[in-house]
T-cell receptor
Framework: AQKVTQAQTEISVVEKEDVTLDCVYE???????LFWYKQPPSGELVFLIR??????QNEISGRYSWNFQKSTSSFNFTITASQVVDSAVYFC???????????????FGRGTQLTVWP | EAGVTQFPSHSVIEKGQTVTLRCDPI?????LYWYRRVMGKEIKFLLH????????ESGMPNNRFLAERTGGTYSTLKVQPAELEDSGVYFC????????????FGSGTRLTVV
């Protein structure tokens, strides 16, 4: 079973619209980390945020915000007032912190292709 | 500091040929990871080095893939012989500590097997 599910394969919005990218995860660990990465057309994976399982506070960084809810095993990402430069593939990832030899491994979702039209 | 460097950035080879991908991690990063994304699917873990030792290679798809990390510095991933299903983007990442989660990813190598 997939540990990270990003149900939205593609999303298209028009500039200035708000958009939320969903991420649902599955783990039995009590200590884990959640990540979001952005992959622009140039190809590199750009780190956006890391959250540990003990910190459920929502976070805002400029136009980006993240909503972590352990009760629903979700870690959703919202872009406010989207811009064309936000067009990219966004990946959600999970790392389990108590797995011995697999400590440090990231489990990624399939990614959501976001296209922002001018 | 210099980031994680991968080369080549693109490679197109014929089925049955051999290809070697290289990753230069950030200097001083003991942990080096290889991942692969096949078109439209999730990015999947391949293996993890701690210095020159393989900590976890459970993600390697089969014995056509061979990874090495000589002297605990750069790493190579060789595919021999390449098959069509090996096409995808191969990412390398490095981190200082195994549990610090301060990963830095390279730009990836796009491998196309024809």
């Amino acid at each position: 079973a997939q540990k990270v599910t990003q149900a939205q394969t593609e999303i298209s919005v028009v500039e200035k619209e708000d958009v939320t990218l969903d991420c649902v995860y599955e783990t039995r660990d009590t200590t884990y980390y959640l990540f979001w990465y952005k992959q622009p057309p140039s190809g590199e994976l750009v780190f956006l945020i890391r959250r540990n399982s003990f910190d459920e506070q929502n976070e805002i960084s400029g136009r980006y915000s993240w909503n972590f809810q352990k009760s629903t095993s979700s870690f959703n990402f919202t872009i406010t007032a989207s811009q064309v430069v936000d067009s990219a593939v966004y990946f959600c990832a999970l790392s389990e912190a108590s797995r011995g030899s697999t400590l440090g491994r990231l489990y990624f979702g399939r990614g959501t292709q976001l296209t922002v039209w001018p | 500091e210099a980031g994680v460097t991968q080369f080549p950035s693109h490679s197109v080879i014929e089925k049955g040929q051999t290809v070697t991908l290289r990753c230069d991690p950030i200097s001083g990063h003991d942990n080096l990871y290889w991942y692969r994304r096949v078109m439209g699917k999730e990015i999947k873990f391949l293996l993890h080095f701690v210095k020159e030792s393989k900590q976890d290679e459970s993600g390697m798809p089969n014995n056509r893939f061979l990874a090495e990390r000589t002297g605990g510095t750069y790493s190579t991933l060789k595919v021999q012989p390449a098959e069509l299903e090996d096409s995808g983007v191969y990412f390398c990442a490095s981190s200082h500590g195994m549990g610090d989660y301060g990963y830095t990813f390279g730009s990836g190598t796009r491998l196309t097997v024809v």
